[in-house]
């Protein structure tokens, strides 16, 4: 059974840093492409980052880039997200999710696995 358990979330005071950790099993990891999302209260889902099955491809949404980091350990079945120089308007809730054999990227339809999430609040 397919399986993807998100950890590491907290609260932190604006500036800081946080590593989201999500630890998949059930299938094997290096087979897809894993994306993080973020849901905020009363908002819509939003793309964050995601990395290709290798790890040797990345893509983030504008209002992370150069902030937020995504990696995956394939050996160990896990995908991190490094989060610095938070911001308030980074709280939300966060999701571990496994992309569609060879696709790719920010689309939410193309992820078919995901976690249950981890939430971050940021103080300022």
């Known amino acids: 059974q397919v399986e993807l358990v998100e950890s590491g979330g907290g609260l932190v005071q604006a500036g800081g840093s946080l590593r989201l950790s999500c630890l998949a099993s059930?299938?094997?990891?290096?087979?897809?492409?894993m994306g993080w999302f973020r849901q905020a209260p009363g908002k819509e889902r939003e793309f964050v980052g995601w990395?290709?099955?290798?790890?040797?491809?990345?893509k983030y949404a504008d209002s992370v880039k150069d902030r937020f980091t995504v990696s995956r350990d394939n050996d160990k079945n896990l995908v991190f997200l490094q989060m610095d120089s938070l911001k308030p308007d980074d709280t939300a809730v966060y999701y571990c999710?496994?992309?569609?054999?060879?696709?790719?990227?920010?689309?939410?339809?193309?992820?078919?696995?995901w976690g249950q999430g981890t939430r971050v609040t940021v103080s300022s």
């Open positions: 999710a496994a992309a569609r054999p060879l696709s790719a990227g920010d689309q939410i339809e193309n992820y078919v696995y």
């Open positions: 059930g299938f094997p990891l290096r087979s897809r492409g």
């Open positions: 990395v290709s099955s290798s790890g040797t491809a990345t």
